[in-house]
Structure formats: C-alpha cells, structure tokens
C-alpha cells in the first residue's frame, strides 16, 4: 500500500510511520511535514533510510504542493496528522491553529477529492481519507459520563475548536463529495519521543533539572491516557477495515487526575533516577494558576472500535508510562537537540 502521511515527523506521527515501515514491510510511506518547531526528523533515524520511506518538506496549506504530491506518489490513501495540537500554545497564539487545523484540513481535503476524481475502478474504490482528531472537540465531562461517537460538539480552547472545525470538513465533504473519509478522536497520548511542553516529558526534564514540577489548579483535572503505540495499531486497523463516512473513539480507560500522574511520575523517577540525599521528586511539585478554559474531564467510551474492529490496548497505563519514564532517561540527548531555543520549558497559555 502507498500511505500519504501528513505531520509524519511530528510525534504521533512519528510513531505511526516508525510502527509502519517495522511491521508492514512494503508499505510505501510519504512523510509530509512541515518541519515546525514540533516536528523533528530525528524521531525517524531508525526508517529514515528505508526504501520504502519518502520525506517532503512542505506545506499542507499549500495546495499548489499537495496536489503535486498526490501526482508524483498516487497515493492509496491518506492519514491526516498534521496539526498544531497544544491547548497553552493556542491561547497565545489562535491564528496559527486556524491555519494549519482548519484551512490545512481544507486544502488536504481539496486536493484528495482533485485526485479521487481521477482515479477508476478498484484504486477509487480503495482510496481512503483518515482524519486524526482529539476528544477535546468535545468538552467538558461531568464526573461519571464517557465520549461516544455521538456526544455533542462543545469545545473550548481555541486548539479543541480548530479540531473541531476540521472534523466537521472532513464530514462534509463526505456527504456531499461521497471523499471515502474516516475519523478517529483520540484521548491523551504519551510515548517516547514526544515533544517536551506536554505534560509527561515536561515533568521529566524539570525533575531532572531539579526545578519545581507546575500543576495547574487544585490538580484534579482528569485525562484518559493513550499509549501512543497503541494508538497508532487502531489507527491502521481504522484504515485496513473501518466503514467509510464513520468516527471512531480510541481511549484505553486510564483516567488519571494530572496530580496523580506527576506523582506517579515522580515515584518512578524516584526509583530509576534517586534524587541525592534520599529525597523524593515529590518535593518540586509546584501548584499554579490554572490556565483559562481547562476542561474539568475527559474520558473516552472505545466500545464501538473494539466491537467492530477488536481494537484493543496491548499496554496498561503504568507499563507504558514506565516504559516512557525509561526511554527519556535514555534520550536526554535527543531532548537536547530538540530544545533548539524556541521552547525552553517555560509556561505556555498564561492570564495576559
């Protein structure tokens, strides 16, 4: 098969390509990445060299480049990661996210129906669009409810209603193109290589540099934890066998206040990393001002991708997040060279 992955050097998508190219050998890859500052090609060292990958520097709001892309690669389908995904980030800045989230999404969506139409038979039959969103498109939970596939839209931070704008694309040029699309709103991803202003590598980098550990609020803020791993398996079984024009919840049922998180995160440290004069990494945890709009929960119901496509989690929350806790220690390195001087840990999304 010949994917066309956008943000394929971003963090998901760096592990859906890296997954791809180890465990689907002649699956054709086209890395398009815009190279942001949250993109980093040394997320893909380890496929970089495949045959079978192809990395394009470019633009997705570029139309004039995309349509060439599909031209020159003639893609079977297309898995749409690209996008500006941290909530701090959109409130100090909404354009950037109103660019890439939506009229990015537009000018993908544009130039796969260009190319869709010229395709007969089998390949059009074949052809897929994949939209990655998240569960933010929906808001606030109250303390006992779960996201299905048909809870309301309600979002509220610029980043959740960007996402929310281009979900609502995707469904449209579905209904009234007939584009074969599918949608995947995701919870919270963690893993390796993610970028260090999201909350798991953050707290990691800070406890290592000895520096207090910021918790938003009173702390009791609840996400649902996804494995990034494993959210990229269900995002190629959406693919190979998901009924077109449909969405699909991906959620492992790890909700974890973000307290609960940093102190497990902190325990772990504890014993892998032991802080001198037998202190615990608990000590730095710093209480601040809570950003505006921070939804009080999510929580994601994934009964309909595991009754349909038998989607589910190979890793439980305290597995994967050890495994992460292990490879940051073993990839400061990495860390070093992505923190390039544009981020330097600092808070994002503050009262201006």
């Keep these: 098969m010949r994917l066309l992955v956008t943000g394929g050097a971003g963090f998901i998508g760096s592990a859906f390509v890296r997954q791809l190219i180890h465990e689907e050998p002649g699956t054709t890859v086209v890395n398009v990445d815009k190279l942001t500052y949250a993109g980093n090609l040394d997320s893909l060292e380890g496929v970089s060299n495949s045959a079978c990958y192809f990395f394009e520097r470019e633009d997705i709001c570029n139309g004039k480049s995309m349509r060439r892309l599909f031209q020159d690669y003639k893609p079977e389908a297309v898995v749409h990661l690209a ?39 089998d390949a059009r039959a074949r052809f897929r669009f994949l939209h990655v969103s998240t569960d933010e498109v929906f808001g606030s939970l109250g303390s006992t409810s779960y996201f299905s596939e048909s809870s309301p839209y309600s979002p509220s931070s610029p980043y959740a209603a960007s996402k929310a704008a281009a979900d609502h694309l995707v469904r449209s040029w579905h209904k009234t193109y007939d584009l074969p699309v599918l949608i995947m709103n995701c919870s919270n991803n963690f893993g390796p290589f993610q970028f260090p202003e999201k909350l798991i590598p953050l707290v990691i980098l800070k406890a290592l540099e000895e520096k207090p550990l910021p918790v938003y609020g009173d702390g009791q803020n609840i996400r649902d934890w996804l494995y990034v791993e494993d959210h990229c398996r269900a995002i190629r079984l959406v693919l190979a066998t998901g009924r077109i024009g449909e969405s699909y919840n991906v959620g492992s049922h790890n909700e974890r206040t973000n307290l609960e998180v940093v102190n497990q995160l902190c325990l772990l440290l504890d014993e892998l990393r032991p802080r001198e004069g037998g202190k615990s990494y608990r000590d730095l945890i710093t209480f601040v001002q809570d950003r505006p709009g921070h939804d009080r929960r999510y929580a994601i119901d994934p009964s309909k991708i595991i009754r349909e496509l038998d989607w589910t989690p190979v890793e439980t929350f305290e597995s994967a997040l050890r495994k992460t806790v292990q490879w940051y220690l073993a990839n400061l390195s990495w860390c070093e060279r992505v923190m390039d001087g544009s981020y330097q840990g600092e808070r994002l999304g503050g009262i201006r």
């Design 83 to 121: 996008s500006e995904t941290h909530v701090d980030r959109s409130i100090d800045g909404p354009a950037t996210f109103v660019q890439t989230n939506i009229h990015g999404t537009y000018t993908m969506l544009e130039s796969a129906r260009d190319y869709w139409a010229t395709l007969y038979d």
